[in-house]
């Protein structure tokens, strides 16, 4: 077994509390980049989709719409967003969900599940599907063609889409707060660093008071010590003089009694 020595043990304990240290700014800065992005792209996205409204209007495929009614309920709530694959068509089969145009000039869009698929329907050619919404209890009454078809849903997201909705009828409101929001968070920042660095050096400037007290306390110590050395080697030089004194007087006298 190898011994490990009390300064090398607090030298290892440094170490690894240094790299989860650094482990951690490096996780909050990705993390903080990652928010940034995604909060870009949904503000960009819903200022552009808010312009335009055509049903091949997409990004890198993908199309997304806010879910208004409760008929895919427990799959979709109202207000979750849903993101859509566009040119799916082919691929689509019974049990996927599929967002459609129910009127070939409509601008409303369905977004239900595929109950049926009828390839060559009546021998147009033509393929289409009988669709139904997860919480109705009945198909619906029409079938939809693969031309109305916009895409197969991909997955979604829980409420996203009253945010989405907000943005885009509250776009000029919405792109100054999201301007300030990151340099709220940076002057926030540099706030707390800087009061970190005050208190850091509070503590630095309190350590060395302490050291000067310490070092001033050694030094009266010392002093006082050297006075009291002092004290005594005198005390000594007197008492012995002093017996100089007693002894002399008997020397005297006995060379006068010889």
């Known amino acids: 077994m ?7 043990q607090t030298d290892l304990n440094e170490d690894s509390e240094e790299k989860i240290s650094t482990a951690a700014k490096v996780f909050s800065i990705l993390f903080s980049v990652f928010v940034y992005l995604l909060a870009a792209a949904i503000l960009i996205g819903a200022i552009l989709f808010s312009f335009d409204a055509s049903p091949t209007k997409s990004v ?3 199309r997304y719409y806010t879910v208004l009614t409760g008929s895919m309920s427990p799959t979709y709530e109202v207000g979750d967003i849903i993101f859509v694959k566009l040119g799916l068509n082919d691929d689509i089969g019974v049990g996927d969900v599929i967002t459609f145009n129910p009127s070939q000039d409509g601008e409303a869009y369905l ?4 109950t049926e698929k009828i390839e060559n329907y009546k021998g147009t050619g033509v393929t289409c599907f009988r669709t139904r919404g997860d919480a109705n209890e009945s198909e619906d009454s029409f079938l939809i063609d693969s031309n109305r078809v916009i895409g197969k849903v991909q997955f979604g997201i829980p409420k996203l889409g009253y945010v989405i909705r907000f ?3 509250r776009w000029y409101f919405v792109v100054p707060i999201a301007v300030m929001i990151p340099i709220f968070f940076y002057l926030l920042k540099r706030y ?3 009061s970190d660095d005050e208190d850091e050096d509070e503590e630095f400037d309190k350590e ?3 050291k000067k ?3 001033s306390s050694e030094e009266d110590n010392n002093d006082t010590s050297d006075k009291r050395s002092d004290e005594n080697s005198v005390s000594d030089d007197v008492k012995n003089n002093s017996d100089d004194k007693r002894i002399n007087p008997d020397n005297e ?3 006068d009694k010889g």
């Open 192 to 194: 707390f660093l800087l």
């Open 253 to 255: 006298s006995e060379s």
């Open 167 to 169: 943005v885009q009828l």
């Open 213 to 215: 007290d310490d070092v």
């Open 2 to 8: 190898v011994a490990i020595s009390e300064n090398q």
């Open 111 to 114: 977004t239900h599940r595929v």
């Open 60 to 62: 890198f495929g993908f």
């Open 208 to 210: 060395n008071d302490k």
